[in-house]
């Protein structure tokens, strides 16, 4: 006699989700720790946000007017845009935690390019600011922001989302640490 093939709901039929508890989503069930199965639940929901904030910064500032850029080149131009203050390349770098310089380095080749920041030699260091069109460009994009992601939000999200940025930022520092460790292995 022939074998039934098992069915999706023969195998969520049978999860005791007493026992087991709800199904966590994941990128990778192999890296599920005991220790901290939310820590993959975690990266799985940065991933996605990651991804996310990616396609949204890219199709933000198209809709401004300036296609065709990754999303180091619109970040690297809101930095250089920053408080109006020239930026040195080193420190767009550390404060956008990027560690391969050579891709700032193709980004502010890229928009200097386009027209939309310029840089001026200071001694042995380069500054970065934005251009009038830079402004222009920064300043749409901001409507754009405003019009699609800002009007969208739901009202009182605002403490969460200061504690994500928070939660954020401490696992940053712990990623780096880890990274760090990894590399004396």
């Not at 999860?15 to 720790?33: A, F």
């Not at 991804?51 to 401004?64: H, I, K, T, Y």
């Not at 890229?110 to 042995?124: A, F, Y």
């Amino acid at each position: 006699m022939a074998k039934r093939k098992r069915t999706v709901r023969d195998a969520l039929s049978s999860i005791d989700l007493v026992t087991h508890g709800p199904v966590r989503p994941v990128s990778s069930k192999h890296l599920v720790s005991t220790k901290s199965p939310e820590m993959s639940e975690l990266e799985f929901g940065l991933i996605m946000a990651g991804n996310a904030f990616n396609r949204w910064v890219v199709r933000c500032m198209a809709s401004a007017g300036l296609p065709d850029l990754t999303t180091i080149d619109v970040l690297v131009l809101h930095h250089a845009h920053h408080l109006d203050r020239p930026k040195k390349k080193a420190d767009i770098c550390f404060i956008l935690n990027i560690e391969d310089t050579h891709t700032v380095t193709y980004s502010l080749k890229k928009l200097v390019s386009l027209g939309v920041i310029v840089g001026n030699k200071v001694g042995k260091e380069v500054f970065y600011t934005t251009t009038e069109r830079g402004r222009q460009y920064v300043e749409r994009y901001r409507e754009v922001r405003e019009r699609c992601l800002m009007a969208s939000l739901a009202d009182g999200l605002n403490d969460d989302i200061g504690h994500a940025a928070q939660l954020l930022r401490t696992l940053s520092g712990l990623y780096d640490q880890a990274a760090r460790a990894a590399v004396s292995l």
